[in-house]
């Protein structure tokens, strides 16, 4: 069964600093999508980033990047450059493969930026 | 362009009724999926329809059930509520041509009394 596992409940991060979200999944696809969504505490739940399976590459969008290890089954997020707006629930969630549209999420790990 | 759109944002209910969640998809997408998300919890996939067709569901009770619109729109019912529904629904929407990434709405607080 597919599976996302967040270790870290919570995390501090001094402002302008950076920070790394820890995320492993487990699945036996070849090809899934895995993404990090960001939900404030205004609830909504906001698009951070996306890598593929088979993206050689990791993906970065601004100041967020996804530190993608296949083998190891990882796929961490790593925020640079910490701002006190980026307090907030961080989800991990992986797209099933092989034409399958469900997505599951992790447990989240609630970030506080300190000043 | 309007994003998702849920309604209503929130909702009281008493255990035992009836509810029905509703949802609009960004235009031209033609994928939604329904969340449960408890207070201090990941969210929980509960369905996903594409075409009008279920292409998903999560382990959830009978209880639980959806459709979806020939305009894309979808409803999530849910029947015999019990204290453990309460929670925030999210409805998401997709594209295929956007690595499915999921576009949320603001979701719909459910209290069941």
């Known amino acids: 069964a597919q599976k996302i596992t967040q270790t870290q409940p919570g995390m501090f991060v001094q402002e302008k600093e950076a920070v790394t979200l820890d995320c492993t999944y487990d699945?036996?696809?070849?090809?899934?999508?895995l993404f990090w969504y960001k939900q404030p505490s205004s609830g909504e739940m906001i698009f951070l980033i996306y890598?593929?399976?088979?993206?050689?590459q990791n993906a970065t969008e601004g100041r967020y990047s996804l530190n993608f290890q296949k083998a190891r089954k990882s796929a961490n997020l790593v925020i640079s450059a910490s701002q006190l707006g980026d307090s907030a629930m961080y989800f991990c969630?992986?797209?099933?493969?092989?034409?399958?549209?469900?997505?599951?999420f992790g447990a989240g790990t609630r970030l506080f930026v300190k000043a | 362009d309007a994003g998702v759109t849920q309604s209503p944002t929130h909702l009281i209910k008493t255990r035992g009724q009836q509810v029905t969640l509703r949802c609009s998809p960004i235009?031209?997408?033609?994928?939604v999926s329904w969340y449960q998300q408890v207070l201090g919890q990941g969210p929980q996939f509960i369905f996903q329809?594409?075409?009008?067709?279920?292409?998903g569901r999560g382990n959830f009770p009978d209880r639980f059930s959806a459709r979806q619109f020939p305009n894309y729109s979808s409803e999530l019912n849910v029947n015999a509520l019990l204290l453990g529904d309460s929670a925030l629904y999210l409805c998401?929407?997709?594209?295929?041509?956007?690595?499915?990434?999921?576009?949320f709405g603001s979701g719909t607080q459910l209290s069941v009394l």
């Open positions: 699945t036996s696809d070849q090809s899934y999508g």
């Open positions: 890598q593929g399976s088979y993206d050689e």
């Open positions: 235009s031209g997408h033609k994928s």
């Open positions: 998401a929407s997709s594209s295929p041509f956007a690595n499915e990434k999921l576009f």
């Open positions: 969630a992986m797209r099933e493969g092989n034409g399958g549209f469900k997505t599951i």
């Open positions: 329809y594409y075409e009008k067709e279920e292409r």
